[in-house]
């Protein structure tokens, strides 16, 4: 089964070198920004559902879309950009859903998100990347590097998330605050002695085995993931035959999960039906140390 990956950063952060570095590694990258410009591409249904919703205006002279054009119409317009989202965002949700379908089964899957924090979609993952920069060294990056004007640089950071909510996100925060061969170097090391081995201990049934208890925001996350696969907050207790449904032990593999049972192993086939009162899920993550145990209702 493929290791999907959550690759996101702020404004400046080098997210995109990150994602590229991870690429000529062997992964799969899937650019949620390229995608969303795909969908609306010239010729596309989604660009003629929006010049239907919006009408010509928003078309350039070459057929395609004419994004500042759309972005007058929607901005501070609630109703025309929920309009939007609505013809935008099940076409960007169809077409990376087909890109991760065609990865090979034994990829590493990176999905490049810029608004990964933001959307609240860290769970989807069974890894979260966090290209991490403080945020006075990305708005000198865009002003100095990119040319932006100081003010606007400082709005489009503001109108993300802020550096604690991609800390709390974040399983992985990789520091791109020295030079772009320190930054090279770390990408290399999160390969190899991260994400490769998390493959190929989620494919054996390995959960991982760091030393000690895993942190509070670890476990947040590790719950998070638990409840994104079922489809609902966990209560006091679970139903264990709920993790031996099809779509939950799937959800619950594309987050990087394993089903333990009481002596810490993983259970036959990832199914729960074995135990009889408690199961133990964990990350397949060599650097987890975090554990959830789910008693029956």
């Not at 952060?13 to 000529?24: D, F, H, I």
């Not at 899937?30 to 596309?44: H, I, K, M, Y």
């Not at 950071?157 to 020295?178: E, H, K, M, T, Y």
């Amino acid at each position: 089964m493929t290791l999907r990956v959550g690759l996101s950063g702020g404004i400046g952060s080098g997210k995109s070198t990150v994602s590229a570095q991870l690429a000529s590694l062997g992964a799969v990258v899937v650019d949620a920004d390229a995608v969303a410009r795909e969908v609306v591409g010239p010729g596309t249904p989604g660009l003629a559902q929006i010049a239907g919703r919006f009408g010509p205006d928003v078309i350039a002279a070459d057929g395609s879309l004419d994004r500042p054009a759309l972005g007058q119409v929607v901005f501070g317009d609630a109703q025309a950009r929920r309009d939007l989202e609505a013809i935008t965002h099940p076409l960007i949700r169809r077409r990376s859903q087909q890109l991760f379908e065609a990865a090979p089964d034994d990829a590493v899957v990176v999905h490049d998100v810029p608004l990964l924090v933001e959307l609240g979609m860290g769970a989807d993952y069974a890894l979260t990347v966090i290209a991490d920069v403080p945020e006075e060294e990305r708005l000198r990056r865009l002003v100095e590097l990119r040319g932006m004007d100081e003010q606007a640089a400082r709005s489009r950071i503001r109108a993300q998330a802020d550096d604690g909510q991609r800390r709390a996100a974040a399983d992985v925060l990789l520091d791109n605050s020295g030079t772009l061969d320190d930054l090279r170097r770390r990408v290399d090391d999160l390969w190899s002695a991260r994400i490769v081995p998390f493959r190929e201990h989620l494919a054996d049934g390995i959960p991982g085995s760091a030393p000690g208890a895993g942190s509070s925001g670890e476990d947040e996350r590790l719950r998070a993931r638990v409840e994104a696969a079922l489809g609902r907050p966990l209560g006091e207790g679970v139903d264990l035959g709920a993790l031996d449904e099809p779509a939950v032990r799937h959800g619950l593999r594309r987050r990087g999960l394993l089903v333990l049972t009481g002596d810490g192993q993983a259970a036959a086939d990832g199914r729960a039906s074995g135990a009889s009162e408690e199961v133990v899920i964990a990350s397949a993550d060599p650097a987890s140390a975090a554990r959830l145990r789910l008693g029956m209702d």
